[in-house]
């Protein structure tokens, strides 16, 4: 079970953290990403992390914006959005892919949860 939270509503140039806390699985042992799909496109890749944290994987559209970090102890995964523009209005999924990231950066997974819908309004 992956569940992610901490969606909502901000301005541009405003700041988000999301949160996605898994159960059920060894989450140690899986990289995890964060993906988001907007109204009218296709679900695409943000961000991922190694099963360490040691490696993190962006986008081309979010790097130097959000940053995706670990906590192995608390089972959880984040993502820290800053400088958001409208165009990051999405609902945010979060995933796991055991054992490596490899296929998550190609929008790939082995499981996922339920979203969190982020607004950002001009």
């Known amino acids: 079970q992956l569940q992610a939270s901490g969606g909502g509503q901000v301005q541009a140039g405003g700041s988000l953290r999301l949160s996605c806390e898994a159960s059920g699985r060894t989450f140690s042992r899986y990289g995890m990403g964060w993906f988001r799909q907007a109204p009218g496109k296709e679900r695409e890749f943000v961000a991922a992390?190694?099963?360490?944290?040691?490696?993190?994987y962006y986008a081309d559209s979010v790097r130097g914006r959000f940053t995706i970090s670990r906590d192995n102890a608390k089972t959880t995964v984040y993502l820290q959005m800053n400088s958001l523009k409208p165009e990051d209005t999405a609902v945010y999924y979060c995933?796991?892919?055991?054992?490596?990231?490899?296929?998550?950066?190609?929008?790939?997974?082995?499981?996922w949860g339920q979203g969190t819908l982020v607004t950002v309004s001009s």
């Open positions: 992390i190694t099963q360490s944290g040691a490696i993190a």
């Open positions: 995933a796991g892919e055991l054992d490596g990231t490899r296929r998550l950066v190609r929008g790939q997974y082995d499981y």
